[in-house]
């Protein structure tokens, strides 16, 4: 990224667009589905999706789960849809059978054209199956567009658009991507064209049927955050050439799985009820009923220069987050829970210093081990192979 600035209108960029598209399909599970870029973020991303296939006054089925999908469902709101927001506990992931119960009460004079969900729940560290939530749609016999919210999930644990029949997905590029803020990426299909093509709401930024004829060529009917694509293309580079994208997704498995390790070895617990549902991208540690999690994490900050995220929404002071996505190793991950494990102890958690570290270190010295034995059997894993079966 850290170059001059190319002109936006010239030959060079035209081939990096080219370059960059096709390698954004693969990211996202797909063969038929076309790329999207805006120059904006995740909540620029959650209205070029709304305002491109839903009309005024369409019927919207949502689904509060945590901090993103109740805002997800508010800028829909907000953008003139009716939506039907269904409230679940945060800390529960998006059931296929409250999808369908739902689906199958419509009404059908007046149907729901879009069912909005998000993958993995940023604030709660939950992901939903979304191969089931369109198993659920066509259960009900349903015509709902499926639109889902990948932004932290996207290049960090498995997204099959064309296998789970996705709609139209979303994703920003400060996450899986390992670029900084600025750049909004959806992959839309078939039907969410059709859609685009013969309706939607009034709109022109977000329009996306220029930038599709637009990018035909290498361009784009604005100007584009040129250095960001720049990015984009090493950190594509990177995921899909260089590691392999079944190797990224079991990368986030295995240092998830060291996380949750310590989480365990401290007493305490995860939002998230149910293990299958545990996320490979957040954990949302809960904090014992006397500590205020903001406390833990200006600690954690002013000692350590250590980042957590806060508690988001009604989670505010009950929750802290550990992220653990991206560019991100080992020794990366043990930094950090050895600086939380410090900062849960100034703020009077009855942890023991070093036990979460010790169980994380035995989670990755397992996985060495395991390794070096396949290496010397002359035996391949895969990162597919190891992927929970969460999908």
């Known amino acids: 990224m850290d170059r001059p600035i190319v002109d936006h209108r010239g030959p060079e960029f035209a081939n990096l667009t080219l370059e960059i598209l096709p390698p954004l399909r693969e990211v996202f599970g797909t063969a038929t589905g076309s790329i999207v870029i805006y120059p904006t973020s995740g909540t620029g991303a959650w209205e070029a999706a709304l305002v491109n296939v839903l009309a005024p006054g369409d019927r919207v089925l949502a689904f509060n789960y945590g901090h993103f999908s109740n805002l997800f469902a508010q800028a829909a709101r907000r953008l003139g849809f009716r939506v039907d927001e269904v409230e679940l506990?945060?800390?529960?992931?998006?059931?296929?059978?409250?999808?369908?119960e739902r689906l199958r009460a419509d009404d059908r004079t007046a149907p729901y054209k879009a069912v909005l969900a998000l993958h993995n729940e940023t604030s709660t560290g939950v992901t939903s199956s979304v191969s089931s939530i369109r198993r659920a749609i066509d259960a009900a016999g349903h015509d709902a567009l499926l639109i889902v919210d990948a932004v932290s999930s996207l290049a960090s644990v498995d997204f099959q658009f064309d296998a789970w029949r996705v709609d139209v997905a979303l994703a920003g590029s400060q996450k899986g991507l390992m670029l900084p803020p600025g750049v909004g990426v959806l992959c839309v299909g078939p039907r969410a064209i059709a859609s685009a093509a013969g309706g939607g709401s009034p709109r022109s930024f977000f329009d996306w049927r220029p930038i599709l004829v637009d990018n035909a060529a290498g361009f784009f009917p604005y100007t584009p955050a040129t250095l960001l694509l720049f990015g984009l293309r090493e950190a594509l580079k990177m995921l899909v050439v260089e590691e392999g994208l079944p190797n990224v997704f079991?990368?986030?498995?295995?240092?998830?799985?060291?996380?949750?390790a310590a989480i365990e070895a401290w007493d305490l617990r995860l939002l998230c009820e149910f293990s299958a549902n545990y996320s490979n991208t957040v954990s949302a540690l809960v904090m014992p009923q006397d500590v205020d999690s903001g406390r833990v994490i200006a600690y954690a900050r002013d000692h350590f220069g250590l980042a957590l995220g806060v508690g988001l929404g009604r989670l505010k002071g009950k929750v802290l987050r550990i992220g653990h996505l991206g560019a991100l190793n080992e020794l990366e991950v043990l930094a950090t829970l050895g600086g939380l494990e410090l900062a849960l102890k100034g703020c009077g958690v009855p942890v023991q210093l070093g036990s979460g570290v010790a169980a994380c270190q035995e989670v990755f010295a397992l996985r060495q081990e395991q390794g070096t034995r396949l290496e010397q059997s002359g035996s391949q894993v895969t990162g597919g192979q190891e992927q929970k079966g969460i999908q």
């Open 250 to 260: 079991a990368r986030h498995q295995y240092l998830a799985s060291g996380v949750r």
């Open 89 to 100: 506990g945060w800390g529960q992931a998006l059931s296929a059978e409250v999808v369908e």
